[in-house]
């Protein structure tokens, strides 16, 4: 792998409710991003994986840990400084069409990134944004229409031409095709790999569809409950899953064509709640292989490959 | 197999600001008893449409059946009075799950008296009873039978897994997971021991793992029942875990109608295999469908897939394909496997 | 906004209740400002003829004259424009007070948020009227204390308003994606939150400038308005007080402006609320 383009150590978000109790939505997250790389993040709903990426470019704050980008640690910045980092690492949203304000042209909410990062005149912000534009398969004539004037589909397209044109070198991409028809989505993840070799980008991809996942990224990190239970290479982790979690995910994801999921083996039971945690391994009890010792301690990443790591004392 | 229900050429329009939709263009199917019929189609092809269709609860006045017929045991459901089909065959016959368990749920009050409720006016031992003198509303709830109902009621929880049944009845529906709750509908789906089940997207909003235990759930005991089930759903996996029969939908029209196995296996239709090539794969990104899916205001003539499709020839362009092939049904003049189709 | 404020306006042409509000804050516009053409005794706002006092309406004096033999129907018209500068003026400071406050308040947690919100409590826990009458009371009789009186009293409407508002949209995707954008708060405050409350503050507004003419009037007729040659609609009605019921158009001719005018505001803010509601407007989102 190359050199990391981020680092992430020990990182933690905490909602606190009203009643004084803390949802640990992220805690104790340990990544790293190599540059050029397409990692996805994958994991069931309410993991905690949309508040990594937000907590990663600072929308939210980081309640431990640190955050290095580039080198430099960039977790709990603000102002100026953070601004500066946010030109090169972008966050694009999960629910595209939200992410927009609806009283604003799309030409105008595509200027805008560019109003705030850059001292462009008018005429080269144009020009750049005609250029994403066209790169993300949109026509200049989109640019006077509302956010709710285009399909699901092409308000994704400008939610990246919207970060693209700034030109980034990471991209945190939420759920990027989740709801979307399959043709659709294989027409957003085409793009998505184009631009990735047009503008040389780093991709973090967060998603919770592993057949998805499995088809374009480099390489994978497993999320359960606010923490990274395995990451690998992502023939690794698909041929040779070494987590029981990995390995139940996987085994519920239909194969159309291939082996049924109703006729096997599958996960019992549901997520806990992330207000109240399990002690030692978070998976424990839902997990086929537990033994006392995974109700005392807690187990970290370990290398099992060369580049594979699984947080299970038995994996 | 006997036909348990047969769609014979339904059309349904809306009328929507616009102008008019044409959502359902001459759609046929049929489902087998003890058979699940898989409905598979891109968003706004026309599912939930034909599901509205066959339960009698398609939009008024928003909406218009123009043609077509309905047959199930006997009776053709689009004739029949509205008053008849909610006695006789609605919430009894056939039943519903919906996408959605949080909107059939009422929020207000426990899944015990929910449940109870259903099974006042739809259980076996309801129909049994026959019509009473009284008003329906008005009319007692015999404890005998009530307490009969009961006993089903906690049986079927057992049956959907639901742990500790007695507690859950005492619930809300918010106090549940959506699992939970997705659980709960399908058991009230069962119960009243109908010969159909619509299932309109019922895993949709569920994960893969909870996706995995309710689709295997619902398999067992549809199975188990020898109940029928349409099964709708955007997603061929999920079509292929739990159908025994797919028909595909594009844009408003049935294009293809095959076993499980053999469509999976040798898609017909150009549009199928198309959509079969656009799934996510092991090895590098998959091929879209170029072109998008058409307004269905202004629909294309003919095969409504023809502007995107590859084999298309005049006559796509002019009247619909009619059927052909015996157990893999397929509406194309070029069907995929055909001597007479250009080579793919 | 072009499509916007196009659908906006058909919509209420579509509104009847709305149009005739229109027509009617129209009118009273037009009145004010072609007070001096409009007028048939244009000089009865400073000069009287004793001689006329009280005449009942007729060809001459087509709302009759009042106790100093004044043309009712030329004052009438001149106190419009007096209507309209303190409805006018008074809002506009309420507005100017109020909107900052709210957004203030709406967008920081915290103590300034604490202090602008219990602040704007107090103010709303006394009656509008009651305050408003000590404010101008204590100040004294003059309009600029009347005006004083009444954006004093109104403010905090405004700024429970749009803290409201304010918090509601701060909630969106759309506001957070801006932020994650770059945007600083400056920016995200101006050009995103702020468009997206004006609707319910331009309804407010409308609602409020027929609010406060009401109030002014009670003002006026309490004597605690613009000193006595001023045309003012309230003022007359009391003035009338000691001529009742003979002569009855001395009171009529004013409280019927007054009523006309406020229901009219009424009526508008009414309908721009319904055509403006967020809830019919945005329907128009397509599912993905
Ligand atoms: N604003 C909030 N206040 C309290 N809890 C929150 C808040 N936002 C998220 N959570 C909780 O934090 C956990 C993680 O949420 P998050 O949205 O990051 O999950 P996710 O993995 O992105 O899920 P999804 O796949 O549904 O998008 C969830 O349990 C969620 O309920
Ligand atoms: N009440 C309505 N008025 C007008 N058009 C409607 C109405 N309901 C549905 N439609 C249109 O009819 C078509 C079919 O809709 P339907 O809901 O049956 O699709 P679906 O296949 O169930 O889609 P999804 O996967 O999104 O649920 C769509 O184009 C939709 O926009
Ligand atoms: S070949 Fe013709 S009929 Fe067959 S799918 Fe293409 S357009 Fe439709
Ligand atoms: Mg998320
Ligand atoms: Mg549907």
Redesign the pocket.
């Known amino acids: 792998m190359s050199a990391a383009l981020l680092e992430v150590q020990g990182l933690s978000h905490r909602f606190r409710l009203k009643d004084g109790r803390a949802v640990r939505a992220v805690d104790g997250v340990d990544l790293a991003v190599g540059a050029g790389e397409i990692l996805g993040i994958v994991g069931e709903s309410g993991c905690g994986k949309s508040t990594l990426g937000k907590t990663l470019i600072g929308v939210l704050g980081a309640d431990d840990g640190t955050v290095r980008f580039e080198g430099a640690p960039i977790q709990n910045l603000d102002g100026t400084a953070l601004r500066a980092v946010r030109s090169r690492l972008q966050y694009v949203y999960q629910d595209a069409g939200a992410a927009l304000d609806p009283r604003w042209t799309i030409g105008r909410s595509l200027d805008e990134a560019l109003v705030i990062h850059t001292a462009l005149p008018r005429a080269e912000r144009d020009a750049r944004v005609r250029e994403t534009l066209a790169a993300v398969g949109l026509h200049g004539d989109q640019l006077s229409l509302y956010p709710h004037e285009i399909s699901g589909g092409q308000q994704r397209r400008v939610g990246l031409a919207r970060v693209l044109a700034l030109h980034p070198k990471l991209l945190i991409l939420d759920e990027p095709t989740s709801g979307l028809d399959v043709s659709v989505q294989a027409t957003i993840l085409k793009l998505l790999v184009a631009l990735w070799k047009q503008y040389g980008l780093t991709l973090l991809f967060i998603s919770h569809d592993l057949a998805v996942v499995r088809s374009i990224c480099t390489r994978v990190a497993v999320m359960y409950l606010g923490r990274i239970v395995e990451t690998g290479p992502t023939a690794g982790i698909f041929t040779n899953p070494r987590h029981p979690y990995t390995k139940s995910l996987l085994a519920a994801v239909p194969l159309p064509g291939g082996r049924r999921v109703i006729d096997e083996a599958w996960l019992e039971g549901e997520p806990p709640d992330p207000l109240d945690i399990p002690s030692g391994c978070r998976f424990r009890n839902r997990c086929p292989m537990a033994q006392p010792l995974c109700a005392t301690d807690d187990p970290t990443l370990r290398p099992l490959a060369p580049g594979h790591n699984a947080a299970c004392h038995f994996a | 197999m006997t036909e348990l229900l047969a769609v014979r050429d339904l059309i349904v329009n809306y009328h929507s600001e616009r102008g008019i939709v044409r959502a359902l263009d001459g759609v046929s199917l049929a489902i087998g008893k003890g058979e699940v019929v898989g409905l598979v189609g891109e968003s706004g092809c026309g599912k939930s449409t034909l599901a509205r269709a066959i339960l009698g609860v398609l939009p008024v006045p928003a909406s218009e059946v123009r043609a077509g017929a309905i047959a199930f045991g006997g009776d053709n459901l689009l004739t029949l009075a509205s008053a008849e089909i909610a006695r006789r065959i609605r919430g009894r016959r056939i039943t519903f799950i919906p996408q959605d368990p949080y909107g059939s749920l009422n929020p207000l009050f426990t899944i015990g008296q929910q449940m109870l409720d259903l099974m006042h006016w739809k259980s076996p031992r309801a129909a049994a009873a026959g019509r009473s003198a009284w008003p329906a509303v008005l009319s007692r709830y015999p404890s005998a039978r009530r307490a009969q109902d009961r006993a089903a009621i906690l049986d079927m929880l057992g049956a959907v897994q639901i742990p500790n049944p007695e507690q859950a009845l005492a619930k809300l529906p918010h106090e549940l997971s959506g699992g939970q709750r997705q659980r709960i509908v399908i058991a009230m789906a069962l119960l009243p021991q109908p010969e159909l089940i619509i299932a309109d997207e019922p895993t949709t909003a569920l994960d893969v793992t909870i996706q995995a235990q309710i689709l295997r759930l619902l398999h067992r005991e549809v199975k188990r029942r020898q109940v029928s089930m349409l099964f709708t759903t955007h997603d061929l996996g999920t079509a292929w875990e739990i159908c025994d029969r797919v028909v595909v939908m594009y844009a408003g029209q049935d294009?293809e109608a095959a076993p499980t196995p053999a469509f999976f296996a040798a898609p017909r239709?150009?549009?199928t295999s198309k959509l079969l090539e656009s799934l996510p794969r092991t090895d590098g990104v998959a091929q879209d469908i170029p072109g998008e899916i058409p307004s269905l205001i202004a629909p294309p003539q003919?095969?409504?897939?023809?502007?995107?499709?590859?084999?298309?020839?005049t006559?796509?362009?002019i009247t619909?394909?009619p059927v052909s092939g015996g157990a893999h049904v397929?509406?194309?003049?070029?069907?995929l496997g055909a001597s007479t189709?250009?080579a793919a | 906004m072009r499509s916007e404020t196009a659908l906006v306006l058909r919509k209420l042409a579509e509104d009847r209740l709305a149009l005739v509000g229109l027509l009617i804050v129209l009118a009273l516009l037009a009145c004010a400002v072609f007070a001096p053409w409009l007028a048939t005794f244009p000089e009865a706002v400073t000069e009287f003829n004793p001689a006329h006092r009280l005449r009942p309406p007729d060809s001459v004096y087509l709302l009759g004259t009042d106790r100093l033999g004044a043309d009712i129907y030329s004052r009438l018209l001149f106190g419009a424009r007096i209507t309209i500068a303190i409805a006018l003026v008074a809002v506009g400071v309420a507005v100017a007070v109020g909107v900052p406050l709210g957004l203030i308040a709406g967008i920081h947690d915290g103590v300034a948020s604490n202090l602008i919100m219990r602040l704007a409590d107090i103010f709303l826990a006394v009656p509008q009227i009651v305050l408003a009458i000590a404010i101008a009371q204590t100040l004294g009789p003059s309009l600029p204390n009347v005006i004083l009186a009444l954006s004093a009293t109104f403010w905090p409407w405004f700024t429970r308003l749009v803290y409201a508002e304010t918090r509601s949209v701060r909630n969106e995707t759309f506001i957070e994606a801006t932020v994650a954008l770059g945007a600083s708060p400056a920016r995200v405050v101006c050009l995103h939150v702020l468009p997206n409350i004006v609707s319910p503050i331009i309804v407010r507004i409308t609602l409020g400038l027929g609010f406060t003419i009401l109030t002014a009037a009670a003002l006026g007729f309490l004597g605690l308005g613009a000193p006595p040659p001023t045309p003012e609609w309230g003022r007359t009605i009391a003035e009338s007080r000691e001529y009742l019921p003979d002569a009855w158009w001395y009171a009529a001719a004013p409280g019927l402006a007054i009523f006309l005018v406020v229901v009219g505001f009424n009526m508008l803010g009414d309908g721009l609320r319904d055509v403006l509601d967020p809830r019919t407007r945005r329907a128009g989102r397509p599912r993905d």
């Not at chain 2, 003919?302 to 020839?313: D, E, L, S, V, W």
Request: aromatic content about 18%; some cysteine.
């Open positions: 294009v239709h150009p549009y003919g095969c409504r897939f023809h502007p995107r499709c590859y084999f298309a020839t006559e796509c362009t619909r394909p397929v509406r194309c003049y070029h069907p189709g250009v």
